[in-house]
T-cell receptor, first 112, second 116 residues
């Protein structure tokens, strides 16, 4: 099956710092989605990307669809305590059209 | 507009019992997906359904698991004769029909199944 490698696995950052995480694959993807999951809750969609090279922002979050269509990154600027959670990337492989593939997640912990 | 609803939020079953998990998609959404998540892991696709049709069940175990999305009412994920290894969080997601962005999936809060 398709694999998404998400990194880093976890990170501790200082409040106010910028954060960057990414997802890579050896396969081509048509769509990239970024989700955040709080403890005990379902994932919440943050940003959706549909075209190679696309750069999209949602408040302090910015995500890009890699030009090779094999990667995507998410940046969080000026992190705050409520940014704590697990961030998942998800991609729709070019090979088959209806099944999202999820990365293993990046656990974000903020030092206040 | 209400989000995706799942119930129950928590379910405890003894080994050998049946578990029924329910999912009501967002209003106007007719595509439903079920995922399973183990602690500290990502989401694993189980099944994709449209009203009265199973589109893709390639991620669902062939035995003991079944899913339906009837014309009326919620989608149901059913696990028969549960075993300890079935303990996990089960999430439902829905997406809208017939738009260019129907791959945006919106998740419910999940059902946490514990098998004792």
């Amino acid at each position: 099956g398709q694999q998404l490698n998400q990194s880093p696995q976890s990170m501790f950052i200082q409040e106010g710092e910028d954060v960057s995480m990414n997802c890579t694959s050896s396969s081509i993807f048509n769509t990239w989605l970024w989700y955040k999951q709080d403890p005990g809750e379902g994932p919440v969609l943050l940003i959706a990307l549909y075209k190679a090279g696309e750069l999209t922002s949602n408040g302090r979050l910015t995500a890009q669809f890699g030009i090779t269509r094999k990667d995507s990154f998410l940046n969080i600027s000026a992190s705050i305590p409520s940014d704590v959670g697990i961030y998942f990337c998800a991609g729709l492989p070019q090979e088959y059209g209806n099944k999202l593939v999820f990365g293993a997640g990046t656990i974000l912990r903020v030092k206040s | 507009n209400a989000g995706v609803m799942q119930n129950p939020r928590h379910l405890v079953r003894r080994r050998g019992q049946e578990a029924r998990l329910r999912c009501s998609p967002m209003k106007g959404h007719s595509h439903v997906y079920w995922y399973r998540q183990l602690p500290e892991e990502g989401l694993k696709f189980m099944v994709y359904l449209q009203k009265e049709n199973i589109i893709d069940e390639s991620g669902m175990p062939k035995e003991r698991f079944s899913a339906e999305f009837p014309k009326e009412g919620p989608s149901i994920l059913r696990i028969q004769q549960v075993v300890r290894g079935d303990s996990a969080a089960y999430f439902c997601a829905s997406s809208p029909l017939g738009t260019a962005y129907n791959y945006e999936q919106y998740f419910g809060p999940g059902t946490r199944l514990t098998v004792t």
